[in-house]
């Protein structure tokens, strides 16, 4: 939102010399993510501030069906957020939709999509930003895999239930976590 203080610090930030290729995700904001289940329907839904210092015009992933998002009622459903550029540059959320289609555990399907996009970035001398990945299985199962070491997230059902879940990334090694009271209140991020 163009508020006061956001467009000072956009005043004050904003420089002819950022590399673009450079910027960061979650710097004080972050992608909303929401997957939904009713009735045998799935749905998914992002929204997004976009990344700060943009370049006028940019779109971000968001918007792009299959790499910010994708849902299928007969299989689950898959949202990305992080570095849009990075993400686009495959259809990471399809990816991920398509492993649950192949029968695939929605955990093992976050992490593999995700990592085999890493790996082809990489292979083609990309430096990749932040990336986390959410899904759900048409069973109401989830899974979400990061580069980053931690990205909490929550699941909620139709109870009114809330859970607060994490998956932490030690040296490529991802796990989901339930995080206690002591880690939510080190966690540093946003």
């Not at 399907?109 to 995700?114: I, M, P, V």
Request: proline share 2%; glycine share 14%.
């Amino acid at each position: 939102m163009l508020t006061e203080k956001s467009k000072a610090r956009y005043q004050a930030e904003k420089r002819a010399d950022v590399d673009m290729e450079l910027l960061e995700a979650y710097g004080g904001h972050d992608t909303v993510c929401v997957i939904g289940s009713a009735g045998g329907t799935m749905a998914c839904g992002v929204s997004t501030s976009g990344l700060f210092l943009k370049m006028p015009g940019r779109v971000g992933d968001s918007p792009v069906i299959g790499a910010g998002f994708y849902s299928d009622s007969e299989v689950g459903s898959a949202a990305a957020t992080g570095v849009g550029e990075d993400i686009m540059k495959g259809c990471l959320s399809f990816s991920i939709v398509d492993r649950l289609r192949q029968g695939i555990d929605v955990q093992d399907a976050c992490k593999s999509a995700l990592e085999e996009h890493i790996a082809r970035l990489h292979r083609s001398g990309h430096k990749t930003g932040s990336m986390s990945v959410i899904a759900m299985d048409r069973e109401g199962r989830v899974g979400a895999a990061s580069n980053k070491k931690a990205f909490p997230f929550v699941v909620g059902g139709m109870d009114s239930s809330c859970e607060i879940y994490a998956v932490v990334n030690e040296g490529g090694q991802m796990s989901v976590i339930r995080p206690d009271e002591a880690w939510l209140v080190a966690y540093q991020g946003d």
